[in-house]
């Protein structure tokens, strides 16, 4: 099963650096204060360590906005579906069965290949998504395409979007609350293409 997530990201990237130069800080005061002779850090040190800081803060701030775009740019023709909806032959380009539970989204398309956090879409398609829940009321939310749909365990709910026409990786996340790992319910729509599957063929299965 795919599984899109791992730990790739600007997250993890800003986590190691911030470790990496909280490790470094330790280490220098320790020096400071226990080394025989009198020891002080180089200025020259000094400024890299408030460039690195900076140059941080940017970078953060970036992949932030980035986001923030995402949700600010929905596409057009997406739209929550009534219960029980039966598509006609050939009305969407692919369907895609999710089935959420805590924590994380399960993906099942025609052929019934599982891919775990991640559903797999070729840009511009027509997708159907029918979801299910086996335990407590979750959130579907794709930013990107302005769609949110609420769903209960038990009952089927049916939504689709218009895949983006740019290939990439696209945010994917629960917005009910539904227990302690709520806030890492998160999966990839990956739209395919020479990026999305430069991305992909280096993640592994789950």
Known sequence: MENALGLAGYQSTM????????????????????????WRLPYSMEFLFVGLLLVMVW?????SAAIYEAYQAPLE???VLEVGYEPGEGEFDRS????????????????????RNAAVVQPGE???????????????????????????????????IRAPQEPGKYLVQCLNYCGVGHSQ??????????????????????
Do not use: C
């Not at 999966?187 to 789950?206: M, N």
């Open 15 to 38: 986590i190691i650096i911030v470790f990496v130069v909280l490790g470094f800080g330790i280490a220098a005061l320790f020096a400071a204060l226990f080394l025989p002779t009198r």
């Open 59 to 63: 970078y953060g701030d970036k992949q």
């Open 77 to 79: 023709e997406e739209g």
């Open 96 to 115: 895609i069965r999710v089935l959420a539970f805590q924590w994380g989204f399960a993906f099942v398309d025609e052929e019934d290949a599982i891919s």
């Open 126 to 160: 027509k997708v159907l998504f029918s979801l299910f829940a086996n335990d407590v009321i979750h959130g579907f939310n794709i930013p990107a395409a302005g769609i949110t749909a609420e769903f209960e365990p038990g009952a089927e709910r049916n939504v689709w």
């Open 185 to 206: 319910m998160k999966a990839w729509l990956v739209v395919q293409g020479d990026e999305a599957e430069g991305e992909t063929d280096g993640e592994g299965e789950a």
